[in-house]
Nanobody, 121 residues
Framework: QVQLVESGGDLVQPGGSLRLSCAAS????????MAWYRQAPGRQRELVASITRTAYTVYSDSVKGRFTISRDNTKNTVFLQMNTLRPEDTAVYYCKIQGRAAGRGVFEDYWGQGTQVTVSS
Protein backbone atom coordinates (compact mmCIF):
# COMPACT_ATOMS: atom_id res chain seq x y z
CA GLN A 1 0.00 0.00 0.00
CA VAL A 2 1.25 3.47 -0.92
CA GLN A 3 0.50 6.62 1.05
CA LEU A 4 1.27 10.23 0.16
CA VAL A 5 1.60 12.75 2.95
CA GLU A 6 1.53 16.43 2.03
CA SER A 7 2.54 19.37 4.15
CA GLY A 8 3.29 23.08 3.89
CA GLY A 9 -0.07 24.63 3.09
CA ASP A 10 -0.87 27.82 4.96
CA LEU A 11 -2.36 31.30 4.86
CA VAL A 12 0.06 33.78 3.30
CA GLN A 13 -0.10 37.39 2.16
CA PRO A 14 0.15 38.31 -1.54
CA GLY A 15 3.77 38.36 -2.62
CA GLY A 16 4.73 35.80 -0.02
CA SER A 17 6.22 32.32 -0.39
CA LEU A 18 5.40 28.78 0.64
CA ARG A 19 7.05 25.41 0.16
CA LEU A 20 4.92 22.31 -0.19
CA SER A 21 6.22 18.81 0.40
CA CYS A 22 4.79 15.41 -0.49
CA ALA A 23 6.40 12.21 0.71
CA ALA A 24 5.48 8.77 -0.59
CA SER A 25 5.70 5.87 1.83
CA UNK A 26 4.70 2.25 2.02
CA UNK A 27 5.66 -0.61 -0.23
CA UNK A 28 6.63 1.48 -3.22
CA UNK A 29 9.38 0.11 -5.41
CA UNK A 30 9.75 2.77 -8.08
CA UNK A 31 8.45 6.25 -8.91
CA UNK A 32 8.24 7.89 -12.31
CA UNK A 33 6.64 11.30 -12.82
CA MET A 34 5.65 13.33 -9.76
CA ALA A 35 3.30 16.28 -10.03
CA TRP A 36 1.34 18.96 -8.23
CA TYR A 37 -2.26 19.81 -9.08
CA ARG A 38 -4.59 22.36 -7.56
CA GLN A 39 -8.31 22.87 -7.32
CA ALA A 40 -9.97 26.15 -6.47
CA PRO A 41 -13.62 26.32 -5.34
CA GLY A 42 -15.96 25.86 -8.27
CA ARG A 43 -13.17 25.01 -10.66
CA GLN A 44 -11.71 21.83 -12.12
CA ARG A 45 -8.50 20.36 -10.83
CA GLU A 46 -5.58 21.60 -12.92
CA LEU A 47 -1.95 20.64 -13.37
CA VAL A 48 0.46 23.08 -11.75
CA ALA A 49 3.81 21.40 -12.42
CA SER A 50 5.33 17.99 -13.04
CA ILE A 51 8.81 16.48 -12.91
CA THR A 52 10.13 13.25 -14.36
CA ARG A 53 12.66 10.98 -12.71
CA THR A 54 15.36 12.63 -14.82
CA ALA A 55 14.22 16.10 -13.67
CA TYR A 56 12.46 17.23 -16.83
CA THR A 57 9.89 19.77 -15.68
CA VAL A 58 6.63 21.17 -17.03
CA TYR A 59 4.77 24.18 -15.63
CA SER A 60 1.40 25.71 -16.27
CA ASP A 61 1.62 29.16 -17.83
CA SER A 62 0.07 30.74 -14.75
CA VAL A 63 2.94 29.72 -12.47
CA LYS A 64 5.98 29.84 -14.77
CA GLY A 65 8.75 31.92 -13.28
CA ARG A 66 7.15 31.89 -9.80
CA PHE A 67 6.93 28.20 -8.84
CA THR A 68 9.67 25.58 -8.87
CA ILE A 69 9.11 21.84 -8.64
CA SER A 70 11.86 19.53 -7.44
CA ARG A 71 12.22 16.02 -6.08
CA ASP A 72 14.41 13.86 -3.89
CA ASN A 73 14.53 10.41 -5.47
CA THR A 74 16.20 8.89 -2.43
CA LYS A 75 13.20 9.79 -0.29
CA ASN A 76 10.41 9.59 -2.90
CA THR A 77 9.54 13.18 -2.07
CA VAL A 78 8.41 16.03 -4.30
CA PHE A 79 8.50 19.72 -3.44
CA LEU A 80 6.82 22.84 -4.77
CA GLN A 81 8.48 26.15 -4.00
CA MET A 82 5.92 28.89 -4.54
CA ASN A 83 7.09 32.50 -4.70
CA THR A 84 5.34 35.77 -5.43
CA LEU A 85 2.02 34.23 -4.50
CA ARG A 86 -1.17 35.81 -5.76
CA PRO A 87 -4.77 35.58 -4.49
CA GLU A 88 -5.62 33.51 -7.58
CA ASP A 89 -3.18 30.83 -6.37
CA THR A 90 -5.60 30.07 -3.56
CA ALA A 91 -6.62 26.42 -3.84
CA VAL A 92 -6.24 22.96 -2.41
CA TYR A 93 -2.96 21.57 -3.72
CA TYR A 94 -2.65 17.85 -4.40
CA CYS A 95 0.41 15.80 -5.23
CA LYS A 96 0.28 12.85 -7.58
CA ILE A 97 2.90 10.22 -8.30
CA GLN A 98 3.21 7.44 -10.80
CA GLY A 99 4.45 4.59 -8.67
CA ARG A 100 4.90 0.84 -8.76
CA ALA A 101 4.00 -0.83 -5.49
CA ALA A 102 5.24 -4.18 -4.29
CA GLY A 103 3.18 -6.97 -5.82
CA ARG A 104 1.98 -4.73 -8.63
CA GLY A 105 3.41 -5.18 -12.11
CA VAL A 106 2.43 -1.77 -13.44
CA PHE A 107 2.82 1.90 -12.56
CA GLU A 108 -0.32 3.50 -11.10
CA ASP A 109 -1.35 6.99 -10.05
CA TYR A 110 -1.45 7.78 -6.34
CA TRP A 111 -2.86 11.00 -4.91
CA GLY A 112 -2.25 12.89 -1.72
CA GLN A 113 -5.06 14.14 0.51
CA GLY A 114 -4.54 17.79 -0.38
CA THR A 115 -3.20 20.80 1.48
CA GLN A 116 -4.88 24.21 1.59
CA VAL A 117 -3.04 27.27 0.30
CA THR A 118 -4.75 30.59 0.90
CA VAL A 119 -3.29 33.85 -0.39
CA SER A 120 -4.99 36.82 1.18
CA SER A 121 -4.21 40.07 2.95
Amino acid sequence: QVQLVESGGDLVQPGGSLRLSCAASGTILAVNTMAWYRQAPGRQRELVASITRTAYTVYSDSVKGRFTISRDNTKNTVFLQMNTLRPEDTAVYYCKIQGRAAGRGVFEDYWGQGTQVTVSS
